[in-house]
């Protein structure tokens, strides 16, 4: 059982950055590939990048792609998404989740948090 909790989001002008992070639980955090989605008012869910339990292998979505840095800690169980040169559009509650194989899409997953707000004013 993973228990995974995100801390970091707020409100920012368009053009400005948000680091959030993502502690996780456990004993075996390393052993686990991690996700962060969105999911916007209205919207279904979305990808926006992973990493692989060894820390460096990443993949990210093209929208966020050169703006958003996923990156890992697993001395202290915990993942980072930080985002850089904010837009509106990147506006939505941004989750992480935990699987043994990383992919991107969000059934994949099978552990979730509760999920962090992420404003983008403009």
């Known amino acids: 059982q993973v228990q995974l909790v995100e801390s970091g989001g707020g409100l920012v002008q368009a053009g400005g950055s948000l680091r959030l992070s993502c502690t996780a639980s456990g004993r075996t955090f390393s052993s686990y590939a991690m996700g962060w989605f969105r999911q916007a008012p209205g919207k279904e869910r979305e990808f926006v990048g992973r990493?692989?339990?060894?820390?460096?292998?990443?993949s990210y979505a093209d929208s966020v792609k050169g703006r958003f840095t996923i990156s890992r800690d697993n001395a202290k169980n915990t993942v980072y998404l930080q985002m850089n040169s904010l837009k509106p559009e990147d506006t939505a509650v941004y989750y992480c989740?935990?699987?043994?194989?990383?992919?991107?899409?969000?059934?994949?997953?099978?552990?979730w948090g509760q999920g962090t707000q992420v404003t983008v004013s403009s």
């Open positions: 989740a935990a699987t043994r194989v990383g992919t991107d899409s969000p059934s994949s997953y099978y552990y």
């Open positions: 990493i692989s339990w060894i820390p460096g292998s990443t």
